[in-house]
C-alpha cells in the first residue's frame, strides 16, 4: 500500500467551514507516518503561497488527509 496526500482550501468565515478547492500533492508515501508528517509541510508550503490578506480575510486553512491507494494488480 502506498499513501497519497490530499489538501483541501477551506474558508472558516462561518461556523460551518466551507472547502473550496482539493489537491493530490504528486507524491507516493509507503507509510501513514511519512504521508502525515509531509502534510503539515505541504499545508504551510501551500498557505505561504497565497496572498496574506486573502488568508486573513476569508480565514483561509488547509485541511488534509493521507489516503491509502493500490498500486498495481
Known amino acids: 500500500m502506498k499513501y497519497v496526500i490530499i489538501l ?4 472558516f468565515v462561518n461556523v460551518q467551514p466551507t472547502c473550496y478547492s482539493e ?4 507524491l ?3 507509510n501513514y507516518y511519512d504521508c502525515i508528517l ?3 509541510k505541504q499545508s504551510h508550503n501551500h498557505l505561504a503561497s ?3 490578506e486573502k488568508i486573513t480575510k476569508q480565514k ?3 485541511r488534509f488527509l493521507c489516503k491509502e491507494i493500490t498500486i498495481g494488480a
Open 38 to 40: 509531509s502534510g503539515y
Open 60 to 62: 483561509l486553512a488547509i
Open 23 to 26: 489537491k493530490v500533492v504528486p
Open 8 to 11: 483541501y482550501l477551506c474558508s
Open 28 to 30: 507516493e508515501f509507503d
Open 50 to 52: 497565497l496572498d496574506k
